[in-house]
């Protein structure tokens, strides 16, 4: 299997300040050289010869920070509004649907939102509408932000990932607050007008999140906003199987720490394909690259003299040089063409199936994602089994409106989804985890089955 590759050095360090000589540091800037950058891709992968059938032909990743509040000194608050977050991964989303096989990680939103859930939020998402109709939410943001810090994926031995760092913005010097003051800010704010802050990569397909992935590692993501926004640590690993590749996902600073080196000794058996890492600057560090041998190691950084692709083999790993380059905004995209042996990663028929939006992650996942975490006996992924059940109930419900018809189409489509919800009612326990000693890779195949056969009656 040939990928075409393309990285983009785009300087994300001087896009956050409008006195800086780099012009397009405007949201519509950002964006618009984006497109300008995607749309050269898309125009080598029409040209590239890649068999139509192959669901990712290329991958594009641009760096940490493309998208940030646009500022006057980098002492400065980072964040955007949630608001302008969901605007930025709208035109994402269309980006993605125009080039359908080109797998797109636009670099990283940092963001924040209220620590007061706003009155239009309070209940879940219908994840068939998107419309807030669901069950009411029951744990509060402070709650769940608190939470965070005791994910297992947060492993002790690395602390809260920066604390105490002192580094000097603009003249104005900042410390990163560990996680005890991160905490005591929580329980001081619960009835405040304060903020949480993310900074989040997603890798986009074929018009869809297939994954999303928040930063672990603090450096000095909430600079400039101390007073009133806590920078809030991911809770979630960065491996995601994505039609039959096995990818690792890093931002920046969680690449220094080894963070894709500690998600793989948790899964072992799913050491990636490819490792990406999307960084504002961090060094490329050959004792943190998680990919198996036959893979690649993919970063995209700010800084050129960072960006590159790297294997691995059985005499060590090795960067390999860029064949072309295009400039976009007067900084450069290069290219390379990758190849994966078919014998790591089988050809699939793939699945597309559909993406749930699962509240209590606050983030969507889809059906091949959560299959990779069934086994997890973390509070968050116990509610995930939950939620696959209210989703297939609900799924079953529209399927018995009235208004839907009585066509012998619809009956079969409702029969797989009742054999789905029996499936998921008998193969979990009291908890909502796999029943202790059911064979995990089974469950998963006989997911699979059942929903690959409701897909081929959806296009009988």
């Known amino acids: 299997m040939e990928i075409l590759v393309a990285l983009w050095s785009r300087n994300t360090r001087n896009l956050h300040y409008m006195n800086q000589p780099l012009a397009g540091a405007s949201a519509d800037a950002r964006m618009q050289a984006l497109s300008e950058a995607i749309q050269k891709v898309g125009e080598k992968l029409a040209a590239g010869g890649f068999p139509p059938g192959q ?30 977050k969901e605007g930025f991964l709208q035109h994402l989303l269309t980006l993605s649907r125009t080039y359908p096989t080109l797998l797109i990680v636009p670099g990283t939103i940092a963001w924040r939102k209220p620590l007061q859930r706003p009155a239009g939020e309070q209940r879940k998402k219908d994840p068939m509408t998107g419309e807030r109709t669901g069950d009411e939410k029951t744990e509060s943001r402070v709650a769940k932000a608190q939470r965070s810090f005791s994910s297992s994926f947060l492993p002790p031995s690395f602390g809260n990932f920066n604390p105490g760092n002192k580094n000097t913005f603009n003249g104005v010097e900042d ?26 990569a997603y890798m986009l397909l074929n018009g869809r999140i297939r994954f999303k992935y928040n930063k672990r590692g603090d450096f000095h993501e909430a600079i400039g906003a101390h007073g009133d ?44 394909h490819i490792h990406i890492v999307a960084s504002d600057f961090v060094d490329n560090r050959v004792s943190r690259m998680a990919m ?49 042996d078919d014998a790591l990663c089988p050809s699939a028929v ?111």
């Open 292 to 340: 198996e041998s036959g893979g690649w190691f993919l970063h995209a950084s700010s800084s050129q003299a960072h960006t590159g692709v790297w294997t691995k083999d059985s005499s060590g790993t090795h960067a390999l040089p860029a064949t072309e380059m295009d400039t976009v905004g007067g900084e450069p995209l290069c290219y390379w063409r990758i190849t994966l």
């Open 55 to 84: 669901p990712i032909q290329g991958i594009f990743v641009a760096p940490e920070y493309l998208f940030t509040q646009q500022r006057t000194s980098s002492a400065e608050r980072r964040a955007v509004e949630e608001g302008m």
């Open 350 to 460: 793939p699945l597309n199936l559909p993406l749930l939006d699962f509240p209590e992650f606050e983030e969507g996942i889809d059906i091949e994602a959560l299959l990779s975490e069934i086994d997890s006996t973390e509070p968050g992924r116990k509610r995930s089994w939950q939620s696959l059940q209210q989703f297939a109930g609900t799924l079953q419900a529209q399927l018995q409106d009235s208004q839907i018809g009585r066509s012998p189409k619809r009956a079969r489509i409702l029969q797989q989804f009742q054999q789905l919800q029996q499936f998921l009612n008998t193969g979990l326990g009291s908890q909502g985890r796999a029943q202790e000693g059911a064979p995990l890779q089974s469950q998963k195949q006989q997911f699979q089955k059942w929903m690959q056969s409701l897909l081929k009656n959806q296009e009988d």
């Open 175 to 200: 410390t990163v607050p560990g996680k005890d003051e991160k905490l005591s800010k929580l329980a001081d704010w619960a009835d405040q007008d304060c903020y949480i802050q993310r900074n989040t």
């Open 229 to 272: 926004t806590v920078f809030i640590p991911g809770q979630r690993s960065g491996m995601v199987t994505i039609e039959n590749i096995r990818f690792a996902l890093e931002i920046c600073l969680d690449h220094w720490y080894g963070m894709a080196n500690h998600d793989v000794s948790l899964e072992p058996t799913n050491t990636p």
